[in-house]
């Protein structure tokens, strides 16, 4: 009986023994755990967090990089801890391709090392081929040239053939190469001259004279050949339009020319540079002008042969 209780009693010593060595054992270890884990976070916190959050911390003056070269811009900001980012691009009139429109944050502002800056990168100037505007109305020109990004700039105008009020020319010309929001000027039709023509009096005169002043008038010619020995050789017997009458336009004269019986005129005799006619000697008595070559019906039917 005794023998049994020591026993258990001896049993129960050496759990309790075993119990107690492992408690000490696992306080240890949890020991040399945190005082790992203690001494490497002060390395850790030491040479990797202290310094990122201490170069997080300070700032810098964003320098202007407007108007440089993106690449060039690139290293200046990267020497004073910065990046640079291309977040858009765009045409622009005055700055070159490649370098820099816009930036944001804006210049001299304060900004923490790492910042991203963001920059607008120009493409150029854009450049658009100019329409033909000719025929067109002046508001018709305008809406064309707004499809082209160009801008309507002075209008002038000018008698023409061209319906008025219709575009007869522009400056610059179509087809060429021009900046956007390039002013085209353009020349406005006012419609044809409408002037009136007093017909001189060439009756009596010489015929060179006559002829001096039909070209005068920008006029043309036709002369008929009349044998009269009672005329003074190579003078104005008759003329049609009769002189006084007010005509519209290029006039066309119907000469009736006085010279001696059985005598021919010949191409020495006469000027007729500048009529715009058949030379006068051409035409023989009694034979008509071509039908092309501008007789109109302001000629009285009496004249015509």
Same mark, same amino acid.
Not at 263 to 277: L, Q, S, W
């Given at each position: 009986?005794?023998?049994?209780?020591?026993?258990?009693?001896?049993?129960?010593?050496?759990?309790?023994?075993?119990?107690?060595?492992?408690?000490?054992?696992?306080?240890? =270890? =949890?020991? /040399?755990?945190?005082?790992? /884990? /203690?001494?490497?976070?002060?390395?850790?916190?030491?040479?990797?967090?202290?310094?990122?959050?201490?170069?997080? %911390?300070?700032?810098?003056? =964003? #320098?202007?990089?407007?108007?440089?070269?993106?690449?060039?811009?690139?290293g200046d900001l990267a020497e004073i801890g910065l990046d640079l980012e291309r977040i858009e691009e765009s045409f622009h009139a005055v700055?070159?391709? %490649?370098?820099?429109?816009?930036?944001? @944050? #804006?210049?001299?502002?304060?900004?923490?090392?790492?910042?991203?800056?963001?920059v607008v990168v120009s493409r150029g100037p854009e450049e658009v081929i100019i329409p033909d505007l000719t025929r067109l109305t002046t508001?018709?020109?305008?809406?064309?040239?707004?499809?082209?990004?160009?801008?309507?700039?002075?209008?002038?105008?000018? &008698?023409?053939?061209?319906?008025?009020?219709?575009?007869?020319?522009?400056?610059?010309?179509?087809?060429?190469?021009? =900046?956007?929001?390039?002013?085209?000027?353009?020349?406005?039709?006012?419609? &044809?001259?409408?002037?009136?023509? @007093?017909? &001189?009096?060439?009756?009596?005169?010489?015929?060179?004279?006559?002829?001096?002043?039909?070209?005068?008038?920008?006029?043309?010619?036709?002369?008929?050949?009349?044998?009269?020995?009672? *005329?003074?050789?190579?003078?104005?017997?008759?003329?049609?339009?009769?002189?006084?009458?007010?005509?519209? %336009? *290029?006039?066309?004269?119907?000469?009736?020319?006085?010279?001696?019986?059985?005598?021919?005129?010949?191409?020495?005799?006469?000027?007729?540079?500048?009529?715009?006619?058949? #030379? @006068?000697?051409?035409?023989?008595?009694?034979?008509?002008?071509? &039908?092309?070559?501008?007789?109109?019906?302001?000629? #009285?039917?009496?004249?015509?042969?």
């Open positions: 009986m005794t023998s049994m209780r020591t026993l258990r009693n001896n049993s129960n010593g050496g759990t309790d023994l075993g119990m107690i060595m492992k408690t000490a054992g696992l306080l240890v =270890l =949890l020991l /040399f755990i945190i005082t790992a /884990f /203690f001494l490497g976070g002060m390395v850790l916190v030491d040479q990797v967090i202290m310094p990122a959050w201490t170069d997080l %911390g300070s700032e810098v003056e =964003l #320098p202007d990089v407007v108007d440089l070269d993106f690449y060039k811009a690139k700055i070159d391709e %490649g370098r820099i429109i816009e930036q944001v @944050p #804006p210049p001299y502002t304060q900004v923490k090392k790492g910042r991203t800056v963001g508001d018709q020109a305008r809406t064309k040239l707004q499809e082209f990004g160009l801008t309507l700039g002075i209008i002038t105008s000018r &008698p023409d053939d061209a319906p008025e009020g219709t575009v007869i020319d522009q400056r610059p010309t179509a087809t060429l190469k021009a =900046l956007r929001n390039t002013r085209i000027n353009l020349v406005i039709s006012s419609g &044809p001259i409408h002037t009136t023509i @007093p017909i &001189p009096r060439l009756v009596n005169m010489g015929l060179n004279g006559a002829l001096a002043r039909i070209r005068d008038l920008d006029g043309k010619v036709w002369i008929e050949w009349v044998e009269d020995d009672s *005329q003074v050789m190579m003078t104005i017997v008759s003329q049609q339009p009769e002189p006084g009458i007010e005509m519209d %336009g *290029q006039p066309i004269f119907d000469l009736t020319v006085a010279v001696r019986t059985g005598f021919r005129p010949t191409a020495a005799m006469v000027d007729t540079i500048g009529i715009g006619a058949a #030379p @006068p000697w051409m035409r023989g008595r009694g034979v008509p002008p071509p &039908p092309d070559e501008g007789r109109d019906e302001r000629i #009285p039917p009496g004249l015509r042969r």
